[in-house]
């Protein structure tokens, strides 16, 4: 199990129409011309998205070492295991986004904003996944954590696509300047540890 890569594939999550807008910038239940924009968008993006998630578990020594970040050892410092992954919602919605983005930037903000929505919600699922398969064995999850953010540089991004295969497994890429392709896309960890 801790040497294996899976992958997974899901439907679409339930689509928050309110949580696109906040990314949006707009407030909820604003204007007539924002609601309709939001769905026209929804309409017209709705077969854009891929859901596809690869991930592997890791014993804690284990991931230290090829992740030896102090933010990382002190994120997991009472966990036994790890959940590194990857996601990413595809190229659709970023194709969707440079169609529009010099011509109807309204309209690339609002996809911008769905693409942001989206990969959430993909990771929400797959860490409520790997809560109820943790908890089933009296384990806990912690919240998940990425690099960029906090004292978890984002360089550790090449630390963490070779220890996926990002690219062959779920056509995830990292360029030079540590961007990812397509851009709606996560990689992430999260800790697990026993229930005491």
Known sequence: MFDKIFVKTYSAPETDEREIL???????GGEENVTA????CL?????????RVCYRVFERETLLSHCP???VKKRLENCQYAVLFSATVGLGIDRLIGRYL????????MFQAMGAERIEALCNR???EVKEGAKSKGYACLPRFSPGYG???LEAQKSVFPLLDCARQIGLTLNDSLLMT??????????ISEIK
């Open 37 to 40: 924009l939001l769905h026209s």
């Open 102 to 109: 010099g011509t109807v930037p309204a309209r690339a903000l």
């Open 22 to 28: 906040r990314y949006a910038g707009c407030k909820d």
């Open 182 to 191: 397509p851009t709606k896309s996560v990689t992430a960890i999260i800790g």
């Open 126 to 128: 797959f860490c409520a």
């Open 151 to 153: 004292a978890f540089p």
């Open 69 to 71: 970040y102090e933010e």
């Open 43 to 51: 309409a017209e993006g709705k077969d854009a998205f891929s859901y």
